[in-house]
């Protein structure tokens, strides 16, 4: 090869790495989420009768894989209980959650409330915590240590 053909090959690749980073600068910023997801706010009332408005609020909890692995998990929905069916309700769904915690170090029985005003009696399918972001700052609230979580 000679001198000329190579630099014309690299024109071409710097070139073609422009404009793909150039596409991707000004493309669409839903490009960047996985999903088109809503964000959630809601009144938390801790055991201490505290209440703490929480924006962008999800339920959070962290899988053990191994002794030193976990998989961190971000849900828009909460994982409850009832006998033996895992139930995931999703927030938009829910108008407010009582909390009920165990005496034993067990999950903590919940009472959803639905938009629509019906009920139904769980048990929380994981030890987790409501994560958001309050006027103060991130916060996040164990569900074991909740009273009430009311969507706004």
């Given at each position: 090869m000679d001198c000329q053909?190579?630099?014309?090959?690299?024109?071409?690749?710097?070139?073609f790495v422009s404009v793909m980073g150039t596409l991707c600068l000004f493309s669409d910023p839903a490009w960047a989420q996985s999903k088109n997801?809503?964000?959630?706010?809601?009144?938390?009332?801790?055991?201490?009768n505290i209440e703490t408005d929480v924006?962008?609020?999800?339920?959070?909890?962290?899988?053990?894989?191994?002794?030193?692995?976990?998989?961190?998990?971000?849900?828009?929905?909460?994982?409850v209980k009832r006998g033996t069916a895992t139930v995931k309700i999703k927030f938009d769904?829910?108008?407010?959650?009582?909390?009920?915690?165990?005496?034993?170090g067990t999950a903590p029985s919940v009472t959803i409330t639905l938009n629509d005003g019906k009920t139904g009696e769980f048990?929380?399918?994981?030890?987790?915590s409501f994560k958001g972001q309050s006027e103060f700052g991130e916060v996040e609230l164990p569900a074991a240590e909740l009273k009430k979580l009311a969507f706004k």
């Open positions: 053909t190579i630099i014309g090959s690299i024109i071409r690749t710097a070139s997801e809503k964000a959630f706010h809601a009144v938390a009332v801790d055991a201490k924006k962008n609020v999800i339920f959070y909890y962290e899988e053990k894989i191994s002794e030193t692995a976990f998989v961190p998990h971000e849900l828009r929905e909460l994982p769904g829910i108008k407010h959650v009582d909390l009920k915690p165990s005496s034993n048990i929380l399918a994981v030890a987790g």
